[in-house]
């Protein structure tokens, strides 16, 4: 029995060692989804330090490096800041690994219409382009076209405010056909929690001084009318010095 099992163990060893320089890093689309606040950008600076270091390997080697993409602007010498819709008309470097986040504010799965026919093409031959990709959203809400090419989804928590949680889910194939009466035939992917030893955990910390957490997009501030001023009077112009109001807007006299 000893002998079939170290028979077996070495044909699945020796297996997998000839077949790894087959290995495509190439196909693999990342989703990463959580709440507000769970770190999912600070997952996003871990790996791109991650191909950081990959990169000083390469070079002492001679070998190509790993261009590295990111819409978030980071403070990581290197990384190419970028803006996600100019991937509808460009591509890329060859080998480069792509960080998309809050992708949902590019391809709205409500906004399937205006999905831009550049972009289906950039996700579906994104491995012919040698790229890698990494998605983030607070909900699994993106264009259904790059839904159904994730192969690795996670699912992030923040635990005590400082440490980021990540589970991987496991995509299960072959994908389940779930019969219906009226519809016919619904194909559909199977999802499942990966084991615990795959989970991961990131001091939070670590990576805020690579990004600031709070810049947003630039926008006017918000205009608001105060319901009753200092001296007791209603006034209706706005802090912007016009005086429309929201049809919303309910001012009560004062008492």
């Not at 980071?74 to 992708?103: A, Q, Y």
């Not at 890698?132 to 993106?142: H, L, M, T």
């Not at 996670?154 to 299960?172: D, E, G, H, Q, S």
Request: include cysteine.
């Amino acid at each position: 029995m000893i002998y079939v099992f170290l028979v077996l163990f070495t044909f699945i060893l020796g297996f997998s060692i000839y077949t790894s320089k087959y290995n495509d890093p190439y196909r693999h689309i990342y989703f990463v989804m959580g709440l507000p606040g769970c770190g999912k950008t600070t997952y996003f600076v871990n790996r791109m330090l991650y191909y950081k270091k990959q990169n000083e390997k390469l070079r002492k080697k001679g070998l190509p490096e790993w261009s590295i993409y990111s819409d978030t602007p980071v403070n990581i010498p290197g990384v190419r800041i970028f803006n996600p819709e100019h991937l509808k008309d460009s591509w890329p470097d060859p080998k480069s690994v792509l960080f998309i986040d809050e992708i949902t504010l590019y391809w709205d799965s409500r906004k399937f219409a205006s999905f831009d026919a550049g972009i289906t093409q950039f996700f579906k031959l994104h491995r012919h382009a040698e790229c890698i990709v990494y998605c983030a959203s607070q909900n699994f809400d993106c264009d259904k076209r790059i839904r159904d090419l994730t192969n690795h989804f996670m699912i992030m928590f923040n635990l005590a405010n400082c440490i980021t949680w990540v589970r991987p889910v496991k995509v299960i194939f072959p994908i389940f056909t779930q019969a219906d009466s009226n519809k016919g035939s619904d194909i559909t992917s199977g999802y499942e929690y990966n084991k615990f030893w795959k989970w991961r955990f990131y001091w939070m910390p670590s990576s805020w001084k690579y990004f600031n957490t709070k810049s947003l997009p630039p926008r006017r501030p918000l205009p608001y009318t105060l319901s009753v001023d200092d001296s007791g009077n209603i006034d209706f112009t706005l802090n912007d010095g016009s005086s429309e109001l929201n049809s919303k807007t309910i001012v009560l006299s004062k008492v």
